[in-house]
């Protein structure tokens, strides 16, 4: 799972002939899951223990600035925010974290207060806490803005 992950491959690479004879010089006797297990066993478990690490890496910082933006893929119509935490550990090190794997889908129309809902619905999830909302960059956009200042972190 962590060569599909790491290496941005598709499921179907644990099927390729190539990947097949490899494992079976390596190690003749271990019988390769069929891709249907890394999709929907092996996937949802390394993001819970991702999420967990993530979510052990912010609990402590003490103030946490974020990054977001807001937009519609040409290609499908559909809409997608991303979320990026920032912060300065206990070592005086720069740390920045994705919150939200990269993009997650909005269905929602882009009013103020569903921005507003979506912020605090990730906020939430993964346990931050107002008082450690320190500020957010985003573009100009007046949704974005009233959404950012609806729940406080303008």
């Not at 598709?10 to 990947?19: H, N």
């Not at 819970?48 to 402590?60: C, F, G, T, V, Y």
């Not at 946490?64 to 912060?87: G, I, K, M, Q, R």
Request: with cysteine; charged share 20%.
């Amino acid at each position: 799972m962590a060569m599909i992950a790491l290496d941005n491959q598709p499921f179907t690479a644990v099927e390729d002939e190539g990947f097949v004879d490899l494992m079976a010089h390596m190690q003749p006797k271990y019988c390769l899951p069929p891709r249907r297990y890394f999709s929907e066993t092996m996937l949802p478990q390394m993001y819970d223990e991702s999420k967990d690490k993530a979510l052990q890496l912010i609990k402590n910082a003490e103030s946490l600035a974020f990054t977001s933006d807001l937009w519609t893929s040409s290609a499908s119509n559909e809409s997608y925010v991303s979320l990026s935490a920032h912060w300065i550990d206990d070592n005086f090190i720069r740390r920045s974290l994705v919150l939200n794997a990269n993009a997650k889908h909005f269905p929602l129309s882009h009013t103020g207060h569903n921005i507003c809902q979506m912020f605090e619905d990730m906020f939430d999830d993964r346990q931050i806490a107002e008082s450690r909302r320190h500020c957010l960059v985003r573009d100009g956009a007046t949704n974005m803005a009233l959404g950012s200042n609806m729940v406080g972190i303008a």
